[in-house]
């Protein structure tokens, strides 16, 4: 049982640059979800999912695209990378329901750097 | 708009001391508020609270929910220096989405 993997654990980009941040999780849960951390302001919510072929924007979607075509992968796009997308990105993945609903489970992060 | 605020922001304390960590909030259909400890790496789950009143304990630490006055508090008694992280405090609205507070940054001292 792996838990939440996130690929890779370190990454630069070049401005303008595309590149997708993988996420996955086998422990069968419905609810996943990818965040940033930058210091001073916590874990913001990027995107999240409540189970494959639903997606939902979080409080800092802009510039991210989200996909989820099967319960254990959650991959998320950058587009066309700035530097203000310099941060950690975490994936997160829950139950919906049940005795252990929303103990959310963390990958152990992705450092990117967008020189 | 929803919001979480936690109080204070960092905290330096000796060993053996007994903290309290505030989280107030504003939101939406509330769901659940859940606390976190982060140590340099992936936050860790700590507590779910559902229901006003009802304490949720583990070992030192302990939570309790006030829906009235939308606040929780965290406590941790006979303060370790392994107990130094950041705790950060989260609420879900019924669409099944989390925000984050900023996190209380706790140092214990030896």
């Known amino acids: 049982n792996a838990g939440v993997t996130q690929t890779p654990k370190f990454q630069v980009l070049k401005t303008g640059q595309s590149m997708t941040l993988q996420c996955a999780q086998d422990?069968?849960?419905?609810?996943m979800s990818w965040y940033r951390q930058d210091p001073g302001m916590g874990l913001r919510l990027i995107h999240y999912s409540v189970g494959a072929g639903i997606t939902d924007q979080g409080e800092v979607p802009n510039g991210y695209n989200v996909s989820r075509s099967t319960t254990e992968d959650f991959p998320l796009r950058l587009l066309s990378a700035a530097p203000s997308q310099t941060s950690v990105y975490f994936c997160?993945?829950?139950?919906?329901?049940?005795?252990?609903?929303?103990?959310?489970?963390f990958g152990p992060g992705t450092r990117l750097t967008v020189l | 708009e929803d919001k979480v605020v936690q109080s204070p922001l960092s905290l330096v304390v000796h060993e053996g001391d007994t903290v309290t960590l505030n989280c107030s909030y504003e939101?939406?259909?509330?769901?659940?508020l859940l606390w976190y400890k982060q140590e340099k790496k992936a936050p860790t789950f700590l507590f779910m609270l559902t229901s006003s009143g009802i304490e949720k304990k583990s070992g030192r630490l302990s939570s309790i929910l006030d829906k009235k006055e939308l606040f929780s508090i965290l406590n941790i008694t006979a303060t370790q220096t392994g107990d130094s992280a950041v705790y950060l405090c989260?609420?879900?609205?019924?669409?099944?989405?989390?925000?984050f507070g900023k996190g209380t940054s706790l140092l214990v001292t030896p």
């Open positions: 939101v939406t259909n509330f769901r659940s």
């Open positions: 997160a993945s829950s139950l919906l329901a049940g005795e252990y609903y929303n103990e959310q489970f």
């Open positions: 989260a609420v879900e609205n019924s669409g099944y989405a989390l925000n």
């Open positions: 422990m069968n849960h419905e609810y």
